[in-house]
């Protein structure tokens, strides 16, 4: 097995931090038209961020996601 080191590994765990916000991001979009029975849709999205600001704060879900990454690839 090889080592990595600390900059692959920064950009490693970066990139499993982005992807991972991004996977809950959508998975919250699928709850979110799944309890109010809404056919997915752009529209459908889009009427979700008018009515709940909240989505809007979750969208950037994969900005910490990525930040934790890197802190935790500079900590190991």
């Known amino acids: ?5 600390k900059k692959e590994m920064v950009i490693r765990y970066s990139a499993i931090g982005f992807v991972l916000g991004i996977v809950l991001t959508v998975f919250e979009y699928i709850l979110l038209l799944y309890s109010g029975k809404i056919p997915f849709s752009f ?3 889009a009427q979700l ?3 709940h600001a909240i989505v809007y704060l979750i969208d950037f879900l994969a900005l910490p996601g990525l930040v934790f990454g890197a802190f935790i690839g500079n900590w190991r």
């Not at 097995?1 to 080191?5: G, Q, T, V």
């Open 1 to 5: 097995m090889f080592e990595l080191d």
């Open 43 to 45: 529209s459908a999205i």
């Open 49 to 51: 961020h008018h009515t």
